[in-house]
């Protein structure tokens, strides 16, 4: 009822609801707020009540590292929510947490990013649980449009521009055009799936178990899309499977890369087709221009390379790559108006 | 786009390249682009080159391959510090401290504020006006009696002595309430009329002595009433018109054939006699400490009393 009167109170938002972080872009400033998607709840006796223990940060150090009582919950999967309750708390509390204002609940206009590839069922449970976390009006935008508009493409142009984004549960591919997306492609491939393969990998071959902090860790360290001259090692503990025993053991990035190749092969598959289904004069651009890599996947070592040496075009990584998708948002969300075809209806 | 990067760029790249003994053509053959491209790049002829994201992207790589600090030189080449700018660390303490909202709100409790003055002074004004209207009837109204009722004599009962025991209220005459009053009979009446605060005994004896009324010229006796007591309304004749006599604080309102309104409140032990044509449309106020009477016929006012106030219409 008071919704306007609220929204006064209320600044504009533009959240990048990822798998791995959440980043929220406030309309006339920048990203305030950048923290992984995790929450942290606490059970209260045997069928007592949930508590939401911590969000962000400190939900991400505990990870892994919960004690009975206390679940640390990744709220989302794939780029969708895989829990809904949770997901609405944790928008919540990082809603609340960029607004200083104490005497209104805040009531933002909110743009959202919803994976390309994500069904009618999904999207609905994004803008749902928006609402639900106290927005007056949710907006939502496609990935790899709003990668492309973070990235500084040049998207309401008559040229075509290629856009991969690989963030942390899903990888989007979009061809745009004109201010449109031309054809776009998600697979349910990121940072999470490298994760896991390390893992798997690390099992299969030493025979040791480590967590997924520990994997993140190790990508992040050594991790590398394509062979080099350089090969760097790293100590990594873990639990050894036989014995029981927590051990420590040496790894090397070839080791990594031959971890990775798995879901690697799928994201290189991903932009194939892609460059497969581009109408000719939008390829004939992408040839001359490249494809730009954005999200946190663009960050792993020598994924340019690979892109480059399988598809035989240039590809660039993008200035900030892990911030484009809010950034893009955010400037749909500055140039709403101007900008309202890149919206999704639905 | 060209004068604003230091040509050093374009010409770094091509120094490195040839230190490592490539020719453009590996180059352009490792990063997948043309030949014009690297030629384009190492001449610093962004214009023939697609938008300078890309041509960012194109100097990274290519520094990358020949081994130089790539983010120097995409520094150099400008425009990529204004986008890196917006990273900000994790969202520690990041909150918007006071965002234009805070104008609003100043806005809105000023609004509200003017808004309560204006009621206040307008409830102030009001309140002001009703009393205004009130004094005014109660001045006005002696003389509007005199001015336009002439003919009857108009003798003054002494009704308002602040002593309190008005006897000259017991003493209306019961022969006088037919018709309009009988002439004065100037002189004949030599008791005043008007008691003087100091001397209350005196008119209360008076009419007990002569029983067939005490009576002064009308225009004697409200002068008289204005000397001494300016605020005093209507006096009806004693035993004429409406007479109301008050147990405890109560009001009167009349409002009389000619659409004259009287407004009194009467104190405890206070009488008071309004003179008006009939029919009178009254109003009690705190009916049953109020006996009234007309003519000298007291009324009942018990049948028509409410809660505590007592509305009926005399004919």
């Not at chain 1, 533009?14 to 707020?33: E, F, Q």
């Not at chain 1, 803008?127 to 907006?139: D, K, L, N, T």
């Not at chain 1, 990584?317 to 209806?345: I, K, Q, W």
Request: glycine share 10%; aromatic share 4%; with cysteine.
């Amino acid at each position: 009822m008071f919704g306007f009167l609220r929204g006064y109170f209320s600044t504009d938002l533009a959240i990048d609801l990822g798998t791995a972080n959440t980043l929220i872009y406030v309309r006339g400033k920048s990203i305030v707020l950048d923290e992984p998607s995790v929450v942290a709840i606490r059970q209260e006796g045997p069928s007592g009540k949930k508590t939401i223990q911590a969000v962000g940060i400190e939900a991400k150090q505990m990870l892994g590292r919960t004690p009975g009582n206390i679940q640390a919950i990744r709220p989302m999967k794939d780029g969708v929510i895989a829990d809904f309750n949770i997901t609405e708390q944790m928008l919540k509390f990082f809603i609340k947490k960029v607004h200083d204002t104490r005497m209104f609940h805040p009531s933002p206009r909110i743009i959202i990013c919803v994976p390309s590839g994500a069904t009618q069922v999904e999207r609905r449970a994004i803008r749902e649980s928006a609402i639900g976390a106290g927005a007056r009006q949710v907006y939502l935008i496609e990935e790899p449009m709003a990668a492309a508009i973070g990235a500084g493409l040049p998207v309401a142009e008559a040229t075509g521009s290629m856009v991969v984004d690989i963030g942390g549960g899903t990888t989007e591919v979009g061809v745009i055009s004109l201010g449109g997306v031309v054809y776009t492609a998600s697979v349910r491939v990121g940072g999470d799936k490298f994760d896991e393969s390390i893992i798997n990998y690390i099992r299969r071959n030493y025979g040791m178990l480590i967590g997924e902090s520990t994997a993140e860790a190790i990508k992040k360290e050594i991790g590398s899309a394509f062979p080099s001259s350089e090969v760097r090692e790293m100590e990594v503990k873990g639990r050894n499977l036989a014995e029981g025993i927590p051990r420590s053991f040496t790894v090397t990035s070839n080791e990594i890369l031959e971890a990775l190749t798995e879901p690697l092969n799928t994201i290189v598959s991903a932009v194939k087709s892609a460059l497969e289904q581009t109408p000719p004069e939008l390829g004939a651009d992408i040839a001359e221009k490249g494809m730009v890599l954005t999200g946190g996947g663009a960050l792993l070592r020598d994924i340019d390379r690979l892109l480059m040496e399988e598809t035989g075009l240039p590809v660039i990584v993008a200035d900030d790559p892990l911030t484009c998708v809010v950034r893009g948002s955010g400037r749909a969300l500055e140039e709403m108006d101007r900008l309202a075809t890149v919206f999704t209806n639905d | 786009m060209t004068e604003q990067m230091p040509a050093g760029a374009g010409r770094t790249l091509a120094q490195a390249r040839e230190a490592r003994g490539l020719s453009q053509a590996d180059v352009a053959d490792k990063l997948k682009l043309t030949s014009r491209q690297i030629e384009a790049l190492e001449a610093d002829e962004y214009d023939k080159l697609p938008a300078m994201v890309f041509v960012r992207g194109f100097i990274r790589n290519y520094a990358r391959l020949v081994g130089l600090d790539a983010e120097a030189l995409v520094q150099s080449v400008g425009g990529a510090g204004t986008v890196t700018e917006t990273i900000t660390a994790p969202s520690e303490g990041v909150t918007i401290t006071r965002p234009p909202l805070a104008r609003w709100l100043v806005l809105l409790l000023g609004g509200l504020g003017i808004f309560l003055l204006l009621v206040a002074l307008l409830y102030t004004w009001l309140k002001r006006g009703e009393e205004a209207y009130v004094e005014e009837v109660a001045v006005e109204q002696p003389v509007e009696a005199d001015t336009a009722d002439p003919l009857p004599a108009r003798p003054v009962e002494g009704s308002r002595s602040e002593n309190g025991d008005l006897v000259t209220v017991e003493v209306p005459i019961p022969a006088l309430d037919a018709g309009p009053a009988p002439a004065p009979a100037p002189g004949q009446a030599t008791v005043p009329a008007v008691p003087s605060p100091g001397a209350a005994p005196t008119p209360a004896e008076s009419p007990g002595t002569s029983s067939n009324a005490p009576r002064q010229p009308a225009g004697q006796a409200v002068a008289q009433v204005r000397d001494v007591q300016p605020e005093a309304p209507v006096k009806a004749p004693a035993g004429k018109g409406l007479h109301f006599t008050a147990g405890e604080d109560s009001w009167v309102q009349v409002v009389d054939g000619d659409g004259r309104r009287y407004s009194k409140l009467i104190p405890a032990g206070g009488t008071d006699t309004i003179a008006g044509r009939p029919p009178f449309r009254i109003v009690v106020g705190n009916a049953a400490s109020v006996r009234m009477s007309y003519n000298g016929q007291g009324i009942d006012l018990q049948p028509f009393t409410g809660q505590r106030v007592a509305r009926l219409t005399l004919e």
